[in-house]
């Protein structure tokens, strides 16, 4: 159980400004990945991606929450039912003079719905109304943060009045590079085995609006003890659409077509 005094710090530090908004609030500037078509191949790549822990993803799963300032967040659309494949694969880079390490163990948690955006306020677990909503929901002291890695969670901003203003992720799902080794032993984690950097998962996703949370997988306790907060971790992300191949030999027969209608004008 998280104590009151941590979260009242954490809230005191936002209403200061001493943390930057870039890393205390959800914001998906660069991290769009577009209206992706599942009928269709595609793949989108984002790199030179960072975090700021190793534990970002693996803190959601216990039952005192995560930190949501610990994973990046993205943003998709659909524009029909498909299958989707997402890759997240640790990454070692420069960014200008500063050499960043690879986050050796990623993970993900997939959600409909987005977070607000500019030019509104932008969502974060120290304001009033995550605070409100989190303290009725999971009792006063009882969370570290709003991200939940395995389940629907709700965050808000300092717009928001009442739980009707709160952000909806409503949980899809997930992949965690690894095992319970790694990221711990909370049921219903799905891990391939296999503790290389890298985790590639296919979903089956309806049309609509996504959010993609991307974070470190490994856990160390209920605070996290241990872990480093303050580092930064890198890692690239893949979204590729995989269409059914019913799709794929339409669209063969439609060039097929296509070809000899040219060939017999010639």
Known sequence: MKNIIKNSFGLLLCWLGLISSGQSHISYVARDFGALDPSISQAVVLSSQTVTSDFGWASGTDPNLGDSHKLRAFKFS?????????????LSFVK??????????????????????SPAALDHDASAISTLYNDTTYGAGNWQGSFRALHDWKIGSDDG???ADLSSFAYVGHGADGTALNYGAESGIFGDGNADGMVVQTLRLSSGFYSLFIGGAQYYDLLNTGGDATGSYGFSVT????PEPSSLGLWGAGVALLLMSRRKKI
């Open 78 to 90: 659909l524009a029909n039912d498909g299958d989707v494949q997402i890759r997240v694969e640790g």
């Open 96 to 117: 200008g003079s500063v050499s960043i390490q690879a986050l050796l163990r990623p993970a993900f948690s997939i959600y409909q719905g987005w977070a607000h955006e």
């Open 161 to 163: 009045s009442t739980f």
């Open 239 to 242: 979204l590729t659409t995989i």
